[in-house]
């Protein structure tokens, strides 16, 4: 059965730092691009950053540039995004989608797992 499975949500304050993983069961996530999401209560969901199959390629979203950190761990078949400086802003589900090709589009995406709740408050 494939599934993407998002971890490591949760409450911290604004300035902290936060990591959420994506683990893959049924296929291998070195065998296709990564991407994570978030949508903002009343938003529409965004593009945050994505790795195609080759690690070296990673792009973020300008709103989490220098911010955020994408890393992937093809022995654990996970994916990391590393989530430092955290706004009021960033409060959002996140998301991990894979599909054929690594870009900052929603459409790019076949599979997506069932999201994780970050929250940035005082």
């Known amino acids: 059965q494939v599934q993407l499975v998002e971890s490591g949500g949760g409450l911290v304050q604004p300035g902290g730092s936060l990591r959420v993983s994506c683990v893959a069961w049924g296929f291998s996530l070195q065998d296709y691009a990564v991407g994570w999401f978030r949508q903002a209560p009343g938003k529409e969901r965004e593009a945050v950053s994505c790795s195609s199959k080759f690690i070296s390629n990673i792009n973020y979203a300008d709103s989490v540039k220098g911010r955020f950190t994408m890393t992937r761990d093809n022995a654990k078949n996970a994916v990391y995004l590393q989530m430092n400086s955290l706004e009021p802003e960033d409060t959002a589900v996140y998301y991990c989608?894979?599909?054929?090709?690594?870009?900052?589009?929603?459409?790019?995406?076949?599979?997506w797992g069932q999201g994780t709740q970050v929250t940035v408050s005082s």
């Open positions: 989608a894979v599909g054929p090709h690594g870009i900052l589009a929603e459409t790019a995406y076949d599979y």
